[in-house]
């Protein structure tokens, strides 16, 4: 039973929560050109674990670097076993009502363009149209050497026709489509090559310590410099590719909003903040704009 103190501080908070999304309802109501930068928070309700706590700080070990990748063997047969398993529940997610609400929005007109640190496609499969990933998607592969490309269930197929028999011990879901494994299972791993000219293939994703491809960067650029209210859905903004567009916006004296659990890097930017779970938050936006 709570004591009569935390009761009232629940009751508190629950109110400046209420107050936080009616400041942001109005925003969107009266924006004319209104861009979401989404992150991990927008898919955790479909099962895809985030990296990051409520102070903004890692859960867990820090994913594979770029330069890793691509210099080691070792790695690169780790990162894709560990894919191997972790692809099954990407492929399986459902959009949630994060992804839902958002795809509403654009139906009404109340969002122009959405930006996606994520790379599980949930946002074009909820409905959203006008998607940049800024960071790539899981399903597709690449080639590093001759550039081509196939699709990633493609790509599973033939990781299995290469690994007939393989089981790993022990298996534990990570965030973007990554497995904990133990290592033993990921030295048994074996990595096909391309088909084409047997060179390394890398999923179409942005790894760590990897540029964001220039096309890219410049897309989303010219969204949120149109854009007079940028909203941030589950994104602490720890990452500068994604924390750069909430900076240069409000440098723009465009109002930034968040929806977010938990700290975020553009705090000190923000012209309203509701800490509530993405998909609760941007339902109850969505009804309200709809009443």
């Known amino acids: 039973m709570q004591s009569p103190d935390q009761t009232t501080a629940d009751t508190d908070e629950t109110a400046r929560q209420d107050g936080a999304l009616a400041r942001l309802a109005r925003l969107l109501a009266d924006s004319d050109r209104t861009v979401v930068l989404s992150g991990a928070g927008c898919s955790t309700a479909s099962g895809i674990p985030d990296y990051r706590d409520s102070a903004g700080q890692w859960k867990r070990p820090q994913p594979v670097q770029y330069q890793d990748f691509v210099r080691d063997p070792a790695t690169r047969q780790r990162y894709w076993a560990r894919s191997f398993v972790g692809w099954e529940r990407i492929r399986s997610a459902a959009p949630n009502r994060a992804h839902e609400a958002l795809a509403a929005l ?17 946002h074009q499969r909820a409905g959203s149209r006008q998607v940049t990933d ?59 090559t391309c088909d084409k000219c047997s060179g390394m293939v890398k999923p179409s994703v942005v790894f760590f310590g990897e540029s964001v491809p220039r096309e890219r960067v410049e897309r989303a650029w010219a969204e949120v410099n149109q854009a007079d209210l940028l909203l941030v859905a589950g994104s602490s903004l720890m990452v500068f590719s994604g924390f750069r567009f909430a900076r240069g916006a409000a440098q723009r004296g465009v109002p930034v909003a968040a929806i977010n659990l938990g700290r975020t890097r553009a705090d000190d930017m923000l012209t309203v903040k509701v800490e509530a779970d993405c998909g609760l938050a941007l339902d109850r936006l969505r009804l309200r704009l709809d009443a």
């Open 106 to 122: 654009e139906a009404r007109g109340k969002i122009a363009h959405l930006v996606t640190q994520n790379v599980d496609g949930l």
């Open 134 to 192: 800024l960071h790539g998607r899981l399903d597709n592969v690449d080639c590093l050497e001759c550039g081509a490309s196939c699709d990633r269930t493609m790509f599973q197929n033939r990781l299995r026709a290469e690994n007939p028999g393989w089981r790993p011990k022990a298996a534990a879901p990570a965030p973007d489509g990554d497995a904990d494994l133990d290592p033993e299972s990921c030295a048994a791993f074996n990595v096909p």
